[in-house]
Structures are given as structure tokens and as C-alpha cells.
């Protein structure tokens, strides 16, 4: 088998499975077992592919037909331009979650101390550790598994993060500037319908939000005024469809100049303010 057979047997296989990026995904795979760019892919179209790699790549594309999250497969997400090791115990990051990100940055100064609650992989933790001169990050995650997870990648990317087992704030001590957080806010009554990739392969614990999706952001607003310092602020991701929800939660709370914003989609994604 040449390498462009290789590729085309696996777009084949993808689609006859009905996976929706199935041109991508059969390239990312042969990239990942081949180890070549797409300049040298194109420059070698009729050389012969190894067995043990096309062994190797029937066996990626198997596992992608049963809708094995691609990153699952090859164990790695692309954040903020950083790669994060992922598995089963985290939810993989998501693109819409530099959106959260970028605005934290902007607003990030030299000394600050943050807090990302509900780390999960580590992502936003690590991302703001990584691109801002603050002095401490602070991750939360009442999962143990995903902060051996979000350890590896602090580790991977060289950063120091302190990571915290806690049931929310239960295990917190100190005050922040910032405090961040992409908490599980998807309606317990929703999972059914999400695609399998997210509904079987990211961690349920990552994904519901129970009842009406909102559990967390009550929760975190309603501790989060002892942990922030005076002016400090609080940024969340939303739902496309909870921006109002949330800020009204915050109004309600005391945040002042509660701000909704939009992720490159145009829906909904942030959601941040100030307690004075
Ligand atoms: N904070 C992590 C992320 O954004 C995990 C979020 C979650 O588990 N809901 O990827």
C-alpha cells in the first residue's frame, strides 16, 4: 500500500462510518502514525507505507470508525498553541475555550494570583501560567485522575501550577485576582443527544451540569466573593444559551459591569465581571 492509498483507504473508511471530519481526521491519523508533514506526504504519494505503520494505521482508523475521539487516539489537543496530553479523564479542550482564555489574558498583570476551578486537563491553567507573568495559577478539580493529567501537562509545557483536590472550594485557602473557570454546564436531560464522541468519551463528571445546567455557576458565585480580593474578578465559559442566566446569577450576587461575550461563532461564550 503507497501512501496516498493508505490516505484514501482511510477517508473511505471514515465516511462509509459517517465520522463528519473524515477527510481531516484520516489525514491527522496518517500524520500521527507516519510522523510526516503534509509537504512530505505529497512528495512521497507512491511510497510504499511500512506494514508494521499501515498495521499501525488500520488499526487508528478502526478505532475512529467506532468514534473514538481523535485525540483519544493520538492523546493529544492542540490549546492556545500548546499540546495537551488528554485522555479519558478529561474533557478534551475545546476551541471555543480560548475565547475564555484570551479575555483572562488581557487583563492579566505581573504578580496576579488565579485560580482556574474545574481544571480538568489543565488548559486554562496552564495556558495563562504559560503566557502571562503572573505569580501564581492555582488548579481545582475534585477529579484526582484528571490532576494527574493536568500535573503531566504543567510538567510537558514546563510551567509551575499548584493543583488542588477539592470539591469545589472546599480544599481552597487564599484570595485571587482572578478567578476562571469552564465548569460542567450541560443539562443532565441534554447528554442523551450529544454526539457519541463527547457522550461516551469525555468524562460525564466534566460534562453535567445537572438539573438546568447552571448547579456550578451558583455554586462558584455564591463562594467565589471570599476568594476574590477586592476588585478582583470572576470569568466564566457558558453555554451559548446561558449568558443571560449567569449574568444575572452575578448581578444578583454583587459583580458589577458583568459583560457577556462572544466566542468566533458569534454565540455566547463568556461571561465575566467585577466584585467590588
Ligand atoms: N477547564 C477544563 C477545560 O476547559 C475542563 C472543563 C470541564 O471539565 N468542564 O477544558
Redesign the pocket.
Known amino acids: 500500500m503507497t501512501l496516498q492509498e493508505a490516505y484514501q483507504y482511510g477517508q473511505k473508511q471514515l465516511k462509509n462510518a459517517n465520522i463528519e471530519d473524515a477527510d481531516v481526521d484520516a489525514w491527522h491519523l496518517l500524520e500521527f502514525v507516519t510522523g510526516l508533514t503534509r509537504t512530505q506526504y505529497f512528495m512521497r504519494l507512491q511510497e510504499p507505507l511500512a506494514s508494521t505503520r499501515e498495521e499501525r494505521y488500520r488499526e487508528c482508523i478502526a478505532q475512529r470508525c467506532n468514534h473514538i475521539p481523535l485525540q483519544h487516539i493520538t492523546g493529544v489537543q492542540e490549546f492556545m498553541g500548546l499540546e495537551f496530553c488528554v485522555n479519558e479523564n478529561v ?1 478534551i ?1 475545546r476551541q471555543d ?1 480560548e475565547v475564555l482564555v484570551e479575555s483572562v489574558l488581557k487583563v492579566m498583570q505581573p504578580g496576579m494570583h488565579v485560580l482556574d476551578m ?4 489543565g ?2 491553567a496552564i495556558s495563562l501560567a504559560k503566557h502571562s507573568a503572573c505569580e501564581e495559577v492555582m488548579g481545582v478539580d475534585i477529579s484526582e485522575s484528571a490532576l494527574k493529567t493536568a500535573m503531566v501537562n504543567a510538567k510537558k509545557q514546563d510551567v509551575r501550577v499548584k493543583f488542588v483536590q477539592s470539591d469545589l472550594f472546599s480544599q481552597v485557602e487564599g484570595k485571587f485576582d482572578v478567578i476562571v473557570s ?3 454546564y450541560i443539562r443532565t436531560m441534554v447528554i442523551g443527544e450529544l454526539e457519541e464522541e463527547v457522550k461516551l468519551h469525555d468524562p460525564i463528571l ?1 460534562l453535567d451540569g445537572k438539573e438546568d445546567g447552571l448547579f456550578f455557576y451558583r455554586k462558584i458565585i455564591e463562594a467565589a466573593p471570599q476568594y476574590l480580593k477586592q476588585n478582583g474578578q470572576l470569568y466564566f465559559e457558558i453555554g451559548h444559551d446561558q449568558g443571560q442566566d449567569v449574568k444575572k446569577l452575578m448581578e444578583a450576587a454583587g459583580f458589577a459591569d458583568v459583560t457577556i461575550k462572544k466566542d468566533l461563532a458569534g454565540l455566547d461564550r463568556v461571561v465575566f465581571g467585577v466584585y467590588i
Open positions: 474533557l479542550p475555550t474545574c481544571t480538568g486537563s488548559c486554562i469552564n465548569p460542567p466534566a
